[in-house]
């Protein structure tokens, strides 16, 4: 893979994956393009370029670490000091309440990977299908608007259960579709199981941690196990990484805004646009 086409894939995951309208479905298009118009790279359903996507995943980690860089710590730091007031046996009623956060979000990721692994083979088949990609897509901008019009929801962060995290980790794990946002299902079933849009922002984007550093370790030992040759360079891995992680710190912040405001309903339009693309372009080509 040239440095230019990693460049312009980094450029992809660092803006859709912020953007509630499927990173992965992006990045696989974007892919399909570049071997379309002859690029040498490998196909978008195979090992090493799905480890290629995870490792682009990893950078806009960094973006969320950034941009929540102020809850993160405060998060961190009140979780710990939660677990150790509970082995002193002399817990407050904060330091419960961040045991139970830390516990939730693990149940959360423990639920997606319970969806997500049984079905990791049959998630992937589906990089190889646009026209199931811009099904997917369809089911994501009705989800989206969906979110906009719902009325405010009541659940702080006290009052979030093992329902609710059950919920999110459902969503979180349906999204390993290509076609379907990451963010964006894991924000709007938090909204529907009644969660604030500001707890379902930060939960939403504080489990993605977990759940794609997991994935990519997964990915990467499926790749070294199975012998897979790896033709992907270390600096186009390298360039992915960093230029996803910079071009996320924006769209983070827009789309954080954007919830915020409940203004969702404007990726709906293009994610619509975005698969009768695909549709009228598969029945041309």
């Not at 799905?50 to 806009?60: Q, W």
């Not at 330091?95 to 959360?108: A, C, E, I, Q, R």
């Not at 009541?154 to 259960?161: C, D, F, Y």
């Not at 999204?175 to 939960?203: D, N």
């Amino acid at each position: 893979m040239v440095l230019w086409v990693a460049i312009v894939l980094g450029i992809v995951q660092g803006i859709f994956m912020f953007f509630p309208v499927s990173s992965t479905s992006h990045l696989a298009l974007a892919q399909h393009f570049f071997i379309w118009t002859g690029q040498d790279m490998p196909s978008p359903d195979s090992a090493e370029m799905i480890l290629f996507d995870l490792i682009v995943h990893v950078g806009t980690l960094v973006s969320i670490a950034v941009v929540f860089r102020n809850s993160l710590a405060k998060f961190l730091r009140d979780a710990i000091n939660g677990f150790l007031a509970t082995l002193r046996m002399k817990p407050s009623s904060k330091d419960l309440l961040f045991v139970k956060l830390s516990l939730l979000g693990l149940f959360s990721v423990a639920v997606t990977g319970i969806i997500g692994y049984p079905m990791k083979s049959q998630f992937e088949n589906v990089f190889a299908h646009p026209l199931l990609m811009s099904l997917t897509l369809v089911i994501t901008g009705l989800l989206l608007w969906w979110t906009d019009i719902l009325p405010e929801r009541k659940i702080g962060l006290r009052e979030i259960g093992f329902g609710v995290a059950l919920v999110i980790g459902v969503g979180q794990g349906l999204a390993l579709i290509p076609g379907f946002s990451r963010s964006g299902l894991t924000i709007a079933f938090a909204l529907f199981a009644g969660l604030k849009r500001r707890w379902a922002a930060e939960y939403s984007f504080f489990i993605a941690f977990p759940t794609i550093l997991g994935a990519t370790l997964l990915q990467a030992m499926e790749v070294v196990g199975y012998g897979s040759k790896i033709t992907i360079g270390f600096p186009a891995l390298a360039t992915g990484f960093i230029v996803s992680a910079l071009v996320g710190i924006a769209a983070l912040y827009l789309v954080v805004h954007m919830l915020y405001k409940a203004k969702f309903r404007f990726f709906s339009y293009y994610v619509w646009c975005l698969a009768l693309g695909i549709i009228v372009s598969h029945l041309i080509l």
